[in-house]
C-alpha cells in the first residue's frame, strides 16, 4: 500500500498546474572528473534505488562491422573486477538481499540495484570498483560473445523481433538505428574475434563524462554527495572525443519490404514514419506523444474499430519511444487472416492521414494531456519507480528538469501544433511499410 503523503504530493502537484510535476527535492552535483551524480531523497523508508547511466547505445556503434558493442558490456559488466569476483560480487548482492541487473537500449546503457539504506557505502563501493576497474580475461570475452550470440537467435525466433529488425534496416540508410540494439548478425558472429576492439570501446564510453549517478530513496543528500566522492572521484576522465553520428538523409521514395516466415504465423504489418527527435524546448516529439496516445492506443477510434469491433487484428501496438535522433513513429497490427492485411494497412494510413487533416478537437487534446500527467505522476509510487523513469529522461539531458520542460511543453501543445506536426512527418516518402507472413 503506498503511503498517504507520497498522494498528497503528487496530486498537490497536479493540483497546482503548471506548477512542477516532478514533485521531489533533489541534489545535482558534478566532479571533478566528469560524473553527475543526483540524489532524490524521497518519504519511502528504508529502500534506495540506484540507477547508473551510460550514455552510450547501439547509437554510437559507428564502425562498421562492430555494432552490438553496447549490449555486449551489459553482460561483461557482471564478470568480476580486479579485486572482486563475479562470485563474490553476487554474495554481496544475497547479503545485502539486494535486487541488481541491467538493461540497453538504443542511446544508453543502465545499470540498477537496488537495497537497504544501511547497505549505501556498501553498494557504492563496489559498484565503484566494478565501472573502474573491470576485469575480462579473453577466454571471459568469448563465453559472454556466445552468450549474446545465443540471445540473438531466441529473438530472431520471434515473428515480431524479426519485423522489427527488418523495419529498422529498411528504414535507415546512414544512421546507426539501422541495426537493433543486439546488432547485426554478421557483427555478432565475429565478435569472438573482437577481444582487443572491445577493450577500446570499454575505454571510451565507460569514463565518468558519460555516466550519471542517480541515487533515490531513504537517503540524505550530503552524506550520499560525499560517499559518491570518497569511491568515485579517483574514476579518471578520458580523452575520447566521440564522433557526430551520420544523419540519416530525407528520402525520395515510401520503402516497404516483406519477410517470408518459414513456419506458421500470424502475418504482422508495421507502418512507420520518421519522427523527431526528444526535445523539451520544441513541439514536435510532444506533438507525436499526444498522437500515439489519440491515435493508436487502446481508447483510441483505430483499437476500437480492428481490436473490439471488427476483430481482424488481436494486438496493436505502437511505439513513438523518446531517442536522441530522429526516429520512427510505429504502428504494429498482428492480423487474424492474410487477406485482412491490406484493409488494416489502409485502416492505419487513414488514421496516420486524419491527423494532418482534421484539427483535434480541444476536449480531446486536454484529456490526453491530463492522462499524460496522472499517469506519470501516479507511476512514481516507489523510490525504484522514480528512479526508473529518471533514467530515461536523464539518459537524454542529463537532468530531471526536462520533465518539467516537457510537461510543460505538452500543456501548450495546441491542436494546431498536433497537425503541424503530423503534416511534417506523416509524409509519403518518409513512409515505411514491413509486413511479414508464414506458411499457411
Known amino acids: ?29 558534478d566532479l571533478a572528473n566528469g560524473l553527475r551524480v543526483i540524489v ?16 552510450t547505445g547501439s547509437r554510437n556503434e559507428i564502425e562498421p562491422g ?23 560480487y553476487e554474495g554481496f548482492l544475497k547479503k545485502m538481499g539486494a535486487a541488481s541487473n541491467a538493461s540497453t537500449w538504443d ?3 543502465n545499470y540498477h540495484t537496488t537495497f537497504s539504506r544501511e547497505d549505501l ?16 580475461p579473453e577466454d571471459v570475452f568469448r563465453t559472454e560473445t556466445l552468450a549474446v550470440l545465443g540471445e540473438y537467435n531466441k529473438s530472431a525466433a520471434e515473428p515480431g523481433e524479426k519485423l522489427i529488425e527488418t523495419l529498422y534496416d529498411t528504414a535507415f540508410d546512414r544512421h546507426t538505428y539501422k541495426h537493433t540494439t543486439i546488432g547485426f548478425l554478421k557483427d555478432i558472429e565475429d565478435m ?21 549517478l542517480i541515487l533515490v530513496g531513504d ?16 574514476w579518471k576522465s578520458g580523452a575520447y572525443k566521440a564522433p557526430a553520428i551520420p544523419v540519416e538523409p530525407a528520402h525520395a521514395a515510401p520503402r516497404t519490404a516483406h519477410v517470408d516466415w518459414p513456419s506458421q504465423t500470424l502475418p504482422w504489418l508495421a507502418v512507420a514514419f520518421h519522427g523527431a527527435a526528444y526535445a523539451d524546448d520544441k513541439p514536435d516529439s510532444a506533438a507525436l506523444d499526444l498522437i500515439a496516445h489519440l491515435g493508436f492506443s487502446p481508447n483510441s477510434e483505430l483499437y476500437n474499430k480492428l481490436v473490439i469491433a471488427d476483430q481482424t487484428v488481436d494486438r496493436l501496438d505502437v511505439d513513438a519511444f523518446d531517442h536522441a535522433d530522429p526516429h520512427l513513429f510505429t504502428v504494429m497490427a498482428r492480423v487474424k487472416r492474410q487477406a485482412d492485411v491490406p484493409a488494416v494497412r489502409a485502416r492505419i494510413l487513414a488514421a496516420f492521414e486524419s491527423f494532418t487533416e482534421t484539427l483535434v478537437p480541444a476536449g480531446k487534446l486536454e484529456a490526453v494531456k491530463n492522462h499524460l500527467r496522472y499517469r506519470f505522476a501516479l507511476s512514481l509510487n516507489d523510490s525504484e519507480s522514480i528512479a526508473h523513469s529518471l533514467m530515461h529522461y536523464i539518459s537524454l539531458r542529463r537532468t530531471p528538469e526536462t520533465i518539467n520542460r516537457l510537461f510543460d511543453r505538452y500543456g501548450a501543445l495546441t491542436a ?3 497537425r503541424n506536426a503530423a503534416r511534417r512527418y506523416f509524409t509519403a516518402n518518409e513512409r515505411v511499410v514491413v509486413t511479414l507472413s508464414g506458411k499457411p
Open 1 to 29: 500500500m503506498m503511503p498517504l503523503l507520497y498522494f498528497a504530493t503528487a496530486l498537490a502537484a497536479l493540483a497546482q498546474q503548471p506548477a512542477k510535476l516532478f514533485p521531489y527535492d533533489y541534489a545535482q552535483r
Open 40 to 55: 532524490v531523497p524521497t518519504d519511502f523508508p528504508n529502500v534506495v534505488a540506484l540507477q547508473i547511466v551510460v550514455q
Open 66 to 88: 562492430k555494432s552490438g558493442f553496447a549490449h555486449l558490456f551489459e553482460h561483461v559488466m557482471f564478470r568480476g573486477t580486479k579485486n572482486i569476483t563475479p562470485e563474490q
Open 107 to 109: 542511446d544508453r546503457t
Open 121 to 136: 557505502e556498501l553498494t557504492l563501493r563496489i559498484e565503484a570498483d566494478r565501472f573502474q576497474n573491470l576485469s575480462f
Open 192 to 212: 569472438p574475434n573482437q577481444y582487443e576492439y572491445s577493450r577500446t570501446f570499454f575505454e571510451r564510453w565507460y569514463r565518468p563524462e558519460f555516466t550519471t
Open 219 to 234: 537517503v540524505k543528500a550530503n552524506e550520499s554527495l560525499a560517499l559518491v566522492e570518497k569511491y568515485w572521484a579517483g
Open 416 to 418: 494546431e501544433d498536433v
